[in-house]
């Protein structure tokens, strides 16, 4: 049974580029959240996809925008990038929009110089 | 506002020894409650979960929490740590009728020989 999977893990942009990142919910989940993780920090939360819609949306700028496609999978997609977007990317699954409990996949880690 | 608060962002103990992990929330309605660990360039991994019922929960590893409405708090335990429980520990809390994780700032548990 395989869980979330994302890609790539790792990732170099320099400012102002465009960067896409990808998530396969873990099988049997519909619905994809998309965390942030600054070094040193915990996770805020940026949006959630459910039924390939934006359901819920974090304190974060419109430059973050993201995707859900019919098989679930989802894309993150963040547009000029800065310096300060370096951080690490988690994807998240759960069953259902009401579900609880939200399972992470291992994340990509952008580094924008 | 839903806050998550981790009172100890770094705790030391020798192997074989107890440890408790405190985290307190700030909800004025109800709230679903989570602990997950983050292994050293990894992503998350779910610990154990309050969502209703008995307010001790046990997890994997061997960990165990328990849900004290009154002080607001859920803090997690284990009665005897190995060497190879040395990870960031996050608390992380979703309000009834939100979809989101709110996190704490993180534990960090070192065990030492």
């Known amino acids: 049974d395989a869980g979330v999977t994302q890609s790539p893990t790792h990732l170099i942009k320099t400012r102002g580029q465009q960067v896409t990142l990808r998530c396969s919910p873990k099988s049997g989940h519909d619905t994809v959240s998309w965390y942030q993780q600054a070094l040193g920090q915990g996770p805020q939360f940026i949006f959630q996809?459910?039924?390939?819609?934006?359901?819920q949306r974090g304190n974060f700028p419109d430059r973050f925008s993201g995707h859900q496609f019919p098989n679930y999978s989802s894309e993150l997609n963040v547009n000029a990038l800065l310096l300060g977007d370096s951080a690490l990317y988690l994807c998240?699954?759960?069953?259902?929009?009401?579900?609880?409990?939200?399972?992470f996949g291992p994340g990509t880690r952008l580094l924008v110089l | 506002a839903q806050s998550v608060t981790q009172l100890d962002s770094q705790v030391p103990v020798f192997e074989e020894a107890p440890v408790e992990l405190r985290c307190n929330y700030s909800?004025?309605?109800?709230?679903?409650l989570f602990w997950y660990v983050q292994y050293p360039n990894q992503g998350l991994q779910l610990l154990l979960k309050?969502?209703?019922?008995?307010?001790l929960v046990k997890g994997i590893n061997g960990f165990e929490a328990e849900f004290n409405k009154s002080q607001t708090s859920f803090h997690l335990r284990k009665p005897s740590v190995h060497i190879s429980d040395t990870a960031e520990y996050f608390c992380?809390?979703?309000?009834?009728?939100?979809?989101?994780?709110?996190f704490g700032q993180g534990t960090r548990l070192t065990i030492n020989p």
């Open positions: 998240a699954s759960s069953s259902g929009q009401g579900a609880k409990t939200q399972y």
């Open positions: 992380a809390a979703i309000i009834q009728g939100a979809q989101k994780l709110v």
């Open positions: 996809y459910y039924e390939e819609e934006e359901r």
């Open positions: 309050y969502l209703s019922g008995s307010t």
């Open positions: 909800s004025s309605v109800s709230v679903y």
